[in-house]
Every structure is written in C-alpha cells, then in structure tokens.
C-alpha cells in the first residue's frame, strides 16, 4: 500500500506560481505517477503524469506550458510547478501513483491512457483574478 500526502496549496492572484508535492510512503509504484485536479460537482481531470520511470510526461492542454511535473525519487516526493496561475486552475489537486497502461473495462478513461491505483488526499488551489 502507498500513502500520499499532499502540500503546497494556497490562495494566490492570477499570474503568481504554486509549487505543490507530494511525499509517497513508498517507493513502490514511483516509476508511475500523477496529478489530477477535481471541482465540486465536476469530474476528475488529469494535470499531469510522469510514466515509464521518468522516460514519458502528460500534460492536459490547458496546462501545456505553464506546469511542469517532476520527481525526487530518492526523496519519494513528486512535484507540479504552476505558473501563470488562472482563475480556471481553482481545484483541489490529488497525486496519484502506481499507474499501469489502461486496459478495456477499466473505470478510469484518463487522457494520458494511464489507470492509477492511489490516491492522496488533495491539496486546495485557489486563483483569484
């Protein structure tokens, strides 16, 4: 089992940047890992993945550019650097990590094509204009 625990979110202005982690229990399962983001009342959207031991990255087109993800794998701690911060990117912000490619029938139908089988806690972001 991995335990994810979440940190770095906070209340900014438009244009500012967050640095969120995320300190796995575990190494287990770090050679797949993500972010995805959730609003009330709205699906679960994939940010980014880091796939593939670090050989492949995702990015969700509305971040292409301004987040960045990486990875400390001796420290077990993943990262997602937001700049340019909008009002749009308001959400709570869950790691993700052990991914396999996804398979017919499973439930998740990520963008990247990854089906993830942990779950942190989230982090809140919040953009004001």
């Known amino acids: 089992r991995v335990q994810l625990v979440e940190s770095g979110g906070g209340s900014v202005q438009a244009g500012e940047s967050l640095k969120l982690s995320c300190v796995a229990s575990?190494?287990?399962?770090?050679?797949?890992m993500g972010w995805f983001r959730q609003v009330a009342g709205k699906e679960r959207e994939e940010v980014a993945g880091?796939?593939?031991?670090?050989?492949?990255?995702f990015y969700a087109d509305s971040v292409k550019g301004r987040f960045t993800i990486s990875q400390d794998k001796m420290q077990k701690t993943l990262y997602l650097q937001m700049n340019d911060l909008k009002p749009e990117d308001t959400a709570m912000y869950y790691c993700?990590?052990?991914?396999?490619?996804?398979?017919?029938?499973?439930?998740?139908?990520?963008?990247?094509?990854?089906?993830?089988?942990?779950w942190g806690q989230g982090t809140q972001v919040t953009v004001s204009a």
């Open positions: 880091i796939h593939d031991g670090g050989f492949s990255t």
């Open positions: 575990t190494t287990y399962g770090s050679y797949c």
């Open positions: 993700a990590a052990d991914c396999r490619r996804a398979r017919d029938g499973d439930e998740q139908k990520n963008p990247s094509g990854y089906t993830y089988f942990y």
